[in-house]
């Protein structure tokens, strides 16, 4: 009799565990449980097809400069004697503007005009100071005129200028520091330097801007290869800028795709 109560007991046993685990089974399958199982077994054909047909795009980046050795141009003596600057106003001077005299031995003042549009690079001389005809009075930045190719000039290391082939194209971002305006661009490589350049040419190429030819240095491993490029298409308009030597701009290239799986396990 024992023994019949035991076993009536466990089937008991048994058959509340049955009916527990058809109520969980109900449960998961309610309607919101199939969509979730929906929505993740779509994401999983979703990301399958992505990985058999997508594909990664490589880019590789640069910090390039508006080509200071094209767009600069030194202001000289027109005449030998005192000279003293007078008409420098914020940096800047404009084509035919008067900004200062020479008095020379004789007597006779003779004015200082500026051939060309730029911002002040450096003064290269001393208020009434005694100058020699041709002598170097200011160093100037000049504005590049956006209806001519801009040259545009960076350094790169010899295993990254393989990714900027001559006639590729890169796209161009700059941002002018004085009006706040963004330009979006493309540039074509024109050149490229078969031998190292010196730290004495990256500094001329980006108007001595030492923390540019210190990242140069650093991302080239002490080894920069000068990459030459022009802007044929420089943006005009309201929301534009001139460009000028020494304007710092970002250079980005896609060179290259990947296959999503490649790139999982490490492939190129």
Same mark, same amino acid.
Request: aromatic share 6%; charged share 15%.
């Given at each position: 009799?024992?023994?019949?109560?035991?076993?009536?007991?466990?089937?008991?046993?048994?058959?509340?565990?049955?009916?527990?685990?058809?109520?969980?089974? /109900?449960?998961?399958?309610?309607?919101?449980?199939?969509?979730?199982?929906?929505?993740?077994?779509?994401?999983? #054909?979703?990301?399958?097809?992505?990985?058999?047909?997508?594909?990664?795009?490589?880019?590789?980046?640069?910090?390039? $400069? &508006?080509?200071?050795?094209?767009?600069?141009? *030194?202001?000289?003596?027109?005449?030998?004697?005192?000279? &003293?600057?007078?008409?420098?106003?914020?940096?800047?001077?404009?084509?035919?503007?008067?900004?200062?005299?020479?008095?020379?031995?004789?007597?006779?003042?003779?004015?200082?005009?500026?051939?060309?549009?730029?911002?002040?690079?450096?003064?290269?001389?001393?208020?009434?100071?005694? $100058?020699?005809?041709? *002598?170097?009075? /200011?160093?100037?930045?000049?504005?590049?005129?956006?209806?001519?190719?801009?040259? &545009?000039?960076?350094?790169?290391?010899?295993?990254?200028?393989?990714?900027?082939?001559?006639?590729?194209? #890169?796209?161009?971002?700059?941002? *002018?520091?004085?009006?706040?305006?963004?330009?979006?661009?493309?540039?074509?490589?024109?050149?490229?330097?078969?031998?190292?350049?010196?730290?004495?040419? /990256?500094?001329?190429?980006?108007?001595?801007?030492?923390? /540019?030819?210190?990242?140069?240095?650093?991302?080239?491993?002490?080894?920069?290869?000068?990459?030459?490029?022009?802007?044929?298409?420089?943006?005009?308009?309201?929301?534009?800028?001139?460009?000028?030597?020494?304007?710092?701009?970002?250079?980005?290239?896609?060179?290259?795709? &990947?296959?999503?799986?490649?790139?999982?396990?490490?492939?190129?």
């Amino acid at each position: 009799m024992t023994e019949t109560k035991t076993h009536d007991a466990v089937s008991s046993t048994r058959q509340q565990k049955q009916k527990n685990d058809l109520e969980n089974i /109900l449960e998961t399958t309610k309607p919101r449980g199939w969509w979730a199982l929906g929505f993740i077994s779509l994401s999983i #054909v979703i990301v399958g097809i992505w990985a058999i047909l997508a594909s990664i795009p490589q880019t590789t980046a640069a910090t390039g $400069v &508006v080509n200071s050795l094209v767009y600069t141009s *030194d202001l000289t003596a027109p005449a030998t004697g005192n000279v &003293v600057l007078t008409g420098i106003t914020g940096g800047s001077i404009s084509a035919g503007a008067t900004i200062g005299t020479i008095t020379t031995d004789t007597g006779t003042t003779v004015p200082v005009v500026a051939k060309r549009t730029g911002e002040i690079v450096s003064v290269e001389i001393n208020q009434n100071s005694y $100058v020699e005809l041709g *002598d170097t009075l /200011l160093r100037v930045s000049l504005v590049a005129d956006p209806s001519s190719p801009i040259k &545009v000039i960076t350094f790169l290391g010899q295993s990254t200028i393989q990714r900027y082939p001559l006639g590729a194209s #890169v796209d161009v971002s700059v941002t *002018d520091a004085v009006s706040g305006h963004s330009v979006y661009t493309t540039a074509k490589v024109v050149d490229e330097g078969s031998t190292p350049s010196s730290e004495d040419t /990256l500094n001329s190429t980006n108007g001595n801007l030492n923390v /540019l030819t210190n990242e140069w240095l650093s991302e080239s491993s002490g080894s920069p290869f000068a990459v030459l490029l022009e802007i044929d298409n420089w943006p005009t308009g309201d929301s534009s800028f001139s460009p000028y030597g020494g304007l710092v701009v970002d250079l980005s290239r896609t060179y290259d795709t &990947v296959h999503p799986i490649s790139w999982l396990f490490g492939g190129r």
